[in-house]
Structure formats: structure tokens, C-alpha cells
């Protein structure tokens, strides 16, 4: 037989596309003397480009070590967090600084804002660290351009502190977006807003993505989540443990079983 016949071209692939956050077999493990908390155990997730996708599940079950990894701010332990096809773990510390600045944006629960600055100044303060630093004019005009796309038009010059709760979350996004981010990550955004404030914060976040941004959001809110997002991924001591629709999701027993657990199971047995 001719060994030109074995011969095979390799598989052109064509359906492959990256999706705009990837996770692969993802541990994260942390080690204290010989203690060791498994915060993610082999975690699997893709969220498309432009999709917006929550992350639910009971506290301590791995939601912001997820979301600290896909910032780039900590390293997997083991498997890789793929971003628009660019696998973190491959990044130099240059590269990795890089994206971290405007690749990818991360709304911390705790929030973040320099109290003493204004509301332009805050988002001016995100310009400054992140990739396209204009002139001096230009970033002023884009950060007003921003306020404005978050709700906060005409209060550039209001000092941080003196917005509401509310007001405050809305000048937290527009700085996040200061840097031009693709993916967006926001960590419990809605915790502490009341029902009405939560559905202008439901608006803006709606807006963001219709913008083409991917997000990646944890939150706890369900009826929010319900009217906000096609998908939910749902974790549980580090594991994926249910995905789809909000509906699917919340009918899943695995999810009742995370979330109410034993009581479910005792309730039954009575
Ligand atoms: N820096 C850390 N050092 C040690 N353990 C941590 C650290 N960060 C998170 N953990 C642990 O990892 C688990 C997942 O935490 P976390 O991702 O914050 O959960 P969630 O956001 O879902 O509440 C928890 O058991 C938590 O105590
Ligand atoms: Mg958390």
C-alpha cells in the first residue's frame, strides 16, 4: 500500500468560534498551612459574544473567585479561562496588566469610587488606568458621553458621595466602561437596591449589552434574573450544578436541593 494514501488532509474546521469568556475544567484552590478550600472544582462555562448570563448560586459556592479569575486578578489552579480565544494563562505580565486595564471589567459588590472625586473624575480616574488614554478635552467629553449613558447626565461635577445608592451604582458603570471593556463582569451590582431601583439598574445593564458588551453577572435577585437574563448558570460547592433558562433553572431539584438542602429533604420525610 502507498503511504500516500494514509495521507489525509487535516480537518478544516470551520464551526469553531471563540466564545467571549471561556472556562476549562477549572480549579481554584486555596492553600493555608495544610488547609485547603477547593473554591472551584472543575468548572465548564462559555458565555457567547453579546450574551448576558447570570451566575447563581448559595454563598461560598465560588461566584466571585469566578469572576476574580476571568479578571485576570488570580490564577486558575488548574484547567483555562479563555477570553475572546485568548487563554489567560498564556499571557505575560505585560499582556495580563493589559487586559486587565481594558479587556475586561470587574464591579466589585463592595464598591469601589473615590469618595473625595467627583462623578467625572471617577470616571476619569478608570480612563486614566485603562488602554486608549486620550487628551486631556477628549477623555472629559467621553467620560460626560458615559454619564450620560448611564443615567447621570448633568452631574459630572456632583461629588461621589453625595450620590445615592442608586446613583452611585450608575457611576460605578459608567466607570468600569471608561476603559472600553468587551467583557463586563459585575458582582452582586443589585444587592441593597430597592425593587425600583433595581429595574433602573436592570435598564442600564440592558442598555450595556444592546451595545454589544458581554456580561457576566452574579446576583442573587431572581425575579430580575428572570426578566434580565436568556441563561443562568448555577453553581454549588465550586461545581456547575444546573444551566438554561431561569425558568429551567428554578424548577431543577438539584438547585431547590443547593439551595434549601436538607430542610427540602427533612420537610419531605415529615
Ligand atoms: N482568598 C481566599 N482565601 C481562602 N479561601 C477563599 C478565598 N476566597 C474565597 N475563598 C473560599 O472559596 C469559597 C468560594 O468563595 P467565593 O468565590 O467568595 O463564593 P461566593 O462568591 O459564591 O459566595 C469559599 O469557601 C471561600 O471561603
Ligand atoms: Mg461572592
Known amino acids: 500500500m502507498e503511504l500516500r494514501s494514509l495521507y489525509r488532509e487535516p480537518e478544516r474546521r470551520t464551526d469553531v ?14 492553600r493555608s498551612g495544610p488547609a485547603e478550600t477547593v473554591a472551584l472544582r472543575g468548572l ?9 448570563v447570570a451566575l447563581f ?25 479563555v477570553v475572546f480565544g485568548r487563554s489567560l494563562a ?4 505585560a499582556e495580563l496588566a493589559a487586559y486587565r486595564a481594558g479587556d475586561v471589567a470587574l464591579v466589585f459588590q463592595s464598591g469601589n469610587l473615590w469618595p473625595s472625586l467627583s462623578a ?29 449613558l448611564v443615567g447621570l447626565q448633568g ?9 445615592t445608592l442608586i446613583d452611585r451604582k450608575r457611576l460605578e458603570l459608567a466607570r468600569a466602561l471608561a476603559t472600553a471593556p468587551k467583557l463586563l463582569l459585575l458582582d452582586e451590582f443589585m444587592a441593597g437596591l430597592n425593587p425600583v431601583e433595581t429595574a433602573e439598574a436592570m435598564a442600564v445593564i ?3 449589552q444592546t451595545q454589544g458588551l458581554s456580561v457576566l453577572m452574579v446576583e442573587h435577585i431572581v425575579w430580575a434574573l428572570m426578566d434580565l437574563c436568556g441563561r443562568l448558570i448555577v453553581l454549588s460547592a465550586g461545581e456547575k450544578i444546573a444551566e438554561g433558562t431561569p425558568a429551567a433553572v428554578a424548577a431543577d431539584p438539584a438547585v431547590l436541593d443547593a439551595y434549601l438542602g436538607g430542610d427540602v429533604k427533612a420537610a419531605r420525610r415529615a
Open 17 to 30: 468560534t471563540f466564545g467571549a469568556l471561556e472556562f476549562h475544567d477549572v480549579f481554584r484552590i486555596f
Open 44 to 52: 465548564d462555562l462559555r458565555i457567547e459574544p453579546g450574551e448576558l
Open 57 to 81: 448560586g448559595p454563598s461560598g459556592s465560588g461566584k466571585s473567585t469566578a469572576l476574580h479569575l476571568a479578571a485576570g486578578l488570580e490564577e486558575a489552579s488548574a484547567g483555562d479561562v
Open 90 to 93: 498564556w499571557l505575560g505580565e
Open 120 to 148: 467625572r473624575e471617577n470616571v476619569l480616574v478608570g480612563r486614566l488606568y485603562g488602554r486608549d488614554r486620550h487628551a486631556a478635552g477628549d477623555a472629559t467629553a467621553e467620560a460626560d458621553r458615559l454619564l450620560s
Open 155 to 163: 452631574r459630572g461635577n456632583v461629588p461621589a458621595t453625595q450620590l
Open 206 to 208: 440592558r442598555l450595556l
